[in-house]
């Protein structure tokens, strides 16, 4: 076989498997946008849902879903990042840094029924807070945070050595070479890693069947005080997320609608998940470009 | 008698238990081009990056010996390497612009030493930019991105944001290898224009450009300092048998 007919032949190869996986994208996300598409209405958006009747809605497990990913996110992404520039930046190479990237490589791989058990000792039973929405959101930063640590460390470690040095040899502090050359330069792909990881959080239910719980208080949307046993804010409140509310309706649900409901709550949940990485993506580059001056 | 700003005392570099520089001793003048020439691997490069402690960031690079400037040593410990640096500069191999505007590349570290004012900074910039022959070139352009320049142009660039910094000694590691011969005449002017103002060290592997532009040349060879004088006694009659058999091409 001559190379050049090789080389036809791992292209074909390859664009076999594009063409693959392609088509399972696109046929999962139809069939699911298909099959929910039809239930999803502005009533359904807006409305709480029902324990027996059919026509409930899904507003508070949206609510929730996107609540708990923001607090998840303000904790988990400086945690994450931070423990990214100490594993690139300032970690010795030796034994106890191969026994922190070891660490984490096995949280990473953790299943998370697992850290919802974890979640549930520690941030329900050991606090005394019962189910609430901090403790879900404290249970999937230990989910998440493996991702970002090693997503975060990656980016900066992609980052030319010239750069750092260029900016070191000016006389500039470690610290503030690694705010003004090093973060900025790994920002997009550490924003890719951050979008990934919301993804997964977004989605996630097992670490929050034991942490947030399966039932959301009666909430009054007018109420801002996050102190209020009904405030939408309060962090201190069980919450049943998008992705929890699907599995219980499917495995304990009374209503009628089963079948509807989880199929419009998966299409909400495609579709959230698709336009929050859409915006975040916008949001990206927008400040990639004003700081590296490329139009 | 010149003045010398840099005095080398027996100074050796490690790399683990591998020793890179076996304790050389030179005088460095104040105002004058200093060219380190040698084959690849002789220490000339790593001499260089001891001086403003670059080498530092190298695992398990140490230094012994003396390097003073203004009376410190610049390897004891106590130095504060990160003042050192303003007043070491360093130009590399590689241009290294930051994926910035060229404005912000020279501003960069004029903000970290708290110069905040718009005047203060847009005149450095310009007189930077001036004094690294880039002014003409890139004064429309000041905040387009430093990485739409030329390779040369990038290059001047970072000579500029060194000399932003008002150092008092620039050194260059191989500033023009990467460069085509115009950048590289380019760069060459520039370098003898600064000598002016600053004390240069360049570290170049083009027999051509030390013969040009410097005044004193030092020859390495796996790690020794084999001869130092003045650059034109070195390119026409060297003392040492190595030296000549260098410049002439007969290894290296």
Same mark, same amino acid.
């Given at each position: 076989m001559t190379s050049k007919s090789a080389d036809r032949i791992a292209t074909g190869v390859f664009i076999v498997i594009a063409v693959i996986i392609v088509s399972i994208l696109v046929g999962l996300f139809s069939y699911i946008l298909v099959k929910g598409l039809t239930h999803i209405s502005l009533d359904f958006l807006t409305s709480p849902s029902s324990n027996v009747r059919a026509g409930g809605g899904i507003r508070d497990q949206l609510f929730n879903s996107f609540y708990i990913l923001v607090l998840t996110m303000i904790i988990s992404v400086p945690l994450g990042l931070g423990g990214g520039i100490y594993m690139a930046e300032y970690a010795k190479p030796g034994k106890v840094t191969n026994t922190i990237r070891s660490c984490i490589e096995v949280l990473s791989s953790l299943p998370s029924i697992v850290i919802g058990m974890f979640g549930l000792l520690m941030f329900v039973n050991l606090t005394g807070w019962g189910y609430t929405i901090l403790g879900g959101a404290l249970a999937l930063t230990v989910f998440n945070l493996p991702v970002l640590v090693r997503v975060s460390e990656d980016a900066i470690r992609s980052v030319p050595r010239e750069l750092k040095e260029g900016s070191l040899a000016l006389g500039i502090t470690h610290w503030h070479t690694i705010k003004t050359i090093l973060l900025p330069s790994a920002f997009p792909s550490i924003l890719t890693g951050a979008i990934l990881a919301s993804g997964r959080v977004f989605g996630e239910a097992a670490a929050l069947l034991f942490t947030a719980g399966l039932s959301t208080p009666r909430? $009054?949307?007018?109420?801002?005080? /996050?102190?209020?046993?009904?405030? /939408?804010? $309060?962090?201190?409140r069980p919450a049943e997320t998008l992705a929890v509310h699907i599995w219980s309706v499917n495995t304990q649900g009374l209503i009628p609608d089963i079948e509807e409901v989880s199929n419009g709550s998966a299409a909400v949940l495609v579709i959230s998940v698709l336009l929050f990485n859409l915006l975040a993506r916008w949001i990206g580059t927008r400040i990639h470009k004003r700081i590296t001056a490329t139009k | 008698m010149s003045e010398n700003i840099l005095q080398v005392r027996n100074l050796e570099i490690y790399y683990g238990d591998k020793?890179?520089?076996?304790g050389i001793s030179m005088d460095v003048e104040k105002n004058a081009i200093t060219a380190l020439i040698g084959p690849? &691997?002789? &220490?000339k490069s790593t001499f260089l990056r001891t001086i403003n402690r670059m080498n530092d960031l190298i695992p398990g690079a140490r230094a012994e010996g003396e390097i003073i400037y203004e009376d410190l040593n610049?390897?004891?410990?106590?130095?504060n390497v990160v003042a050192l640096r303003k007043e070491i500069g360093m130009v590399f191999q590689k241009p290294n612009p930051f994926p910035k505007s060229i404005y912000d590349n020279i501003t960069h570290a004029l903000k970290y030493n708290r110069i905040k004012k718009k005047s203060q900074l847009d005149e450095i910039v310009e007189e930077s930019l001036r004094k690294a022959a880039l002014w003409d070139e890139v004064k429309d352009r000041?905040?387009?991105?430093?990485?739409?320049?030329?390779g040369g142009q990038q290059q001047r660039l970072c000579i500029a944001r060194t000399i932003a910094m008002k150092p008092t000694v620039v050194l260059l590691d191989e500033p023009s290898s990467a460069l085509d011969p115009i950048s590289n005449a380019k760069v060459e002017e520039l370098i003898i224009e600064l000598k002016k103002e600053y004390s240069i060290i360049i570290v170049t592997h083009n027999m051509g450009q030390a013969s040009r532009i410097s005044d004193k040349t030092a020859f390495f060879l796996s790690g020794d300092l084999m001869e130092y004088d003045v650059t034109e006694k070195i390119f026409t009659n060297p003392s040492n048998q190595k030296t000549e058999e260098y410049i002439s091409g007969r290894f290296g």
């Amino acid at each position: 076989m001559t190379s050049k007919s090789a080389d036809r032949i791992a292209t074909g190869v390859f664009i076999v498997i594009a063409v693959i996986i392609v088509s399972i994208l696109v046929g999962l996300f139809s069939y699911i946008l298909v099959k929910g598409l039809t239930h999803i209405s502005l009533d359904f958006l807006t409305s709480p849902s029902s324990n027996v009747r059919a026509g409930g809605g899904i507003r508070d497990q949206l609510f929730n879903s996107f609540y708990i990913l923001v607090l998840t996110m303000i904790i988990s992404v400086p945690l994450g990042l931070g423990g990214g520039i100490y594993m690139a930046e300032y970690a010795k190479p030796g034994k106890v840094t191969n026994t922190i990237r070891s660490c984490i490589e096995v949280l990473s791989s953790l299943p998370s029924i697992v850290i919802g058990m974890f979640g549930l000792l520690m941030f329900v039973n050991l606090t005394g807070w019962g189910y609430t929405i901090l403790g879900g959101a404290l249970a999937l930063t230990v989910f998440n945070l493996p991702v970002l640590v090693r997503v975060s460390e990656d980016a900066i470690r992609s980052v030319p050595r010239e750069l750092k040095e260029g900016s070191l040899a000016l006389g500039i502090t470690h610290w503030h070479t690694i705010k003004t050359i090093l973060l900025p330069s790994a920002f997009p792909s550490i924003l890719t890693g951050a979008i990934l990881a919301s993804g997964r959080v977004f989605g996630e239910a097992a670490a929050l069947l034991f942490t947030a719980g399966l039932s959301t208080p009666r909430l $009054n949307y007018l109420d801002w005080n /996050p102190f209020s046993e009904r405030s /939408p804010l $309060n962090i201190f409140r069980p919450a049943e997320t998008l992705a929890v509310h699907i599995w219980s309706v499917n495995t304990q649900g009374l209503i009628p609608d089963i079948e509807e409901v989880s199929n419009g709550s998966a299409a909400v949940l495609v579709i959230s998940v698709l336009l929050f990485n859409l915006l975040a993506r916008w949001i990206g580059t927008r400040i990639h470009k004003r700081i590296t001056a490329t139009k | 008698m010149s003045e010398n700003i840099l005095q080398v005392r027996n100074l050796e570099i490690y790399y683990g238990d591998k020793r890179a520089v076996n304790g050389i001793s030179m005088d460095v003048e104040k105002n004058a081009i200093t060219a380190l020439i040698g084959p690849s &691997g002789c &220490g000339k490069s790593t001499f260089l990056r001891t001086i403003n402690r670059m080498n530092d960031l190298i695992p398990g690079a140490r230094a012994e010996g003396e390097i003073i400037y203004e009376d410190l040593n610049l390897l004891s410990d106590q130095m504060n390497v990160v003042a050192l640096r303003k007043e070491i500069g360093m130009v590399f191999q590689k241009p290294n612009p930051f994926p910035k505007s060229i404005y912000d590349n020279i501003t960069h570290a004029l903000k970290y030493n708290r110069i905040k004012k718009k005047s203060q900074l847009d005149e450095i910039v310009e007189e930077s930019l001036r004094k690294a022959a880039l002014w003409d070139e890139v004064k429309d352009r000041l905040h387009k991105s430093a990485l739409s320049l030329s390779g040369g142009q990038q290059q001047r660039l970072c000579i500029a944001r060194t000399i932003a910094m008002k150092p008092t000694v620039v050194l260059l590691d191989e500033p023009s290898s990467a460069l085509d011969p115009i950048s590289n005449a380019k760069v060459e002017e520039l370098i003898i224009e600064l000598k002016k103002e600053y004390s240069i060290i360049i570290v170049t592997h083009n027999m051509g450009q030390a013969s040009r532009i410097s005044d004193k040349t030092a020859f390495f060879l796996s790690g020794d300092l084999m001869e130092y004088d003045v650059t034109e006694k070195i390119f026409t009659n060297p003392s040492n048998q190595k030296t000549e058999e260098y410049i002439s091409g007969r290894f290296g």
